[in-house]
C-alpha cells in the first residue's frame, strides 16, 4: 500500500497568516492527490484535485506538487479555515489518507 | 444537488453483523460508482471499499478483507456495505462518498459501534 505522511500534524496560526501543508507520497503517485478539509462532527469537504480547485472553494487555497511530495497553502488563513486537512492519494488502491492536520488558532 | 444519506448504524456485540445503506439521489446513480470510507473516533480516514458503476469492484481494505461486501442496487438507487464478524476496532463513522473520480460528495455518516 501507498503510505501518506502529512506534516506537521497540529498547526497553530493567526487569521491572515500563510500556512503551507505538506503531503509526502511512499512510491510515486503522479498528480492522484486530492485534499479534504474536515470540521469537528462534519464529513470531510473536497477542495483540491489533481492540480485542480474544486468549484466554490475560495482562491487562498492553492496546491502544488507532482509524484512524492505535495503541499496545500492557505495564502491568507480566515476563521472558515480552522479545521482538519487531508491528503488522499488515488492513484493505486487501496485508496491512502494521509493523517491529517489540524489547523488550530494560535 | 447530490444527496447521500447513510443509515443502518448501532450498537453491536462483537461477531456480530450490520448492513449499511447509502441512498443516492441528485446524479445518475447508475452512471457512478460508491466509496465507503469510516472513521474511528478522534482519528483519520480510512478508505474501507469501492463498487464501479457496473457492480465490479476493488478488494477492500486489508483490515476488512473477507469480512465486509459492497453491492448496489440500482433500483433503489442504494449502495450497501454487508459487515460480518464485526470487531471492537471497526467501531466509528462511516461515510459513503460518490466517486466523481475522487471523494468528491459525501454523506453525513452512520455511526458503528461495536461492543459487549
Known amino acids: 500500500d501507498i503510505q501518506m505522511t502529512q506534516s506537521p500534524s497540529t498547526l497553530s496560526a493567526s487569521v491572515g497568516d500563510r500556512v503551507t501543508i505538506t503531503c509526502r507520497a511512499s512510491q510515486s503517485i503522479s498528480y492522484w492527490l486530492a485534499w479534504y478539509q474536515q470540521k469537528p462532527g462534519k464529513a470531510p469537504i473536497l477542495i483540491y484535485k489533481a492540480s485542480s480547485l474544486e468549484s466554490g472553494v475560495p482562491s487562498r487555497f492553492s496546491g502544488s506538487g507532482s509524484g512524492t511530495e505535495f503541499t496545500l497553502t492557505i495564502s491568507s488563513l480566515q476563521p472558515d479555515d480552522f479545521a482538519t486537512y487531508y491528503c488522499q492519494q488515488y492513484n493505486t488502491f487501496p485508496w491512502t489518507f494521509g493523517q491529517g492536520t489540524k489547523v488550530e488558532i494560535k | 444537488q447530490v444527496q447521500l444519506v447513510e443509515s443502518g448504524g448501532g450498537v453491536v456485540q462483537p461477531g456480530g453483523s450490520l448492513r449499511l445503506s447509502c441512498a443516492a439521489s441528485?446524479?445518475?446513480?447508475?452512471?457512478?460508482?460508491i466509496h465507503w470510507v469510516r472513521q474511528a473516533p478522534g482519528k483519520g480516514l480510512e478508505w474501507v471499499a469501492f463498487i464501479r458503476s457496473d457492480g465490479s469492484n476493488e478488494p477492500n481494505a486489508e483490515s476488512v478483507k473477507g469480512r465486509f461486501t459492497i453491492s448496489r442496487d440500482d433500483y433503489k438507487n442504494t449502495v450497501y456495505l454487508q459487515m460480518n464478524s464485526l470487531r471492537p476496532e471497526d467501531t466509528g463513522v462511516y461515510y459513503c462518498a460518490k466517486d466523481d473520480p475522487v471523494l468528491a460528495n459525501w454523506g453525513q455518516g452512520t455511526l458503528v459501534t461495536v461492543s459487549s
Open positions: 441528485g446524479f445518475t446513480f447508475r452512471s457512478y460508482g
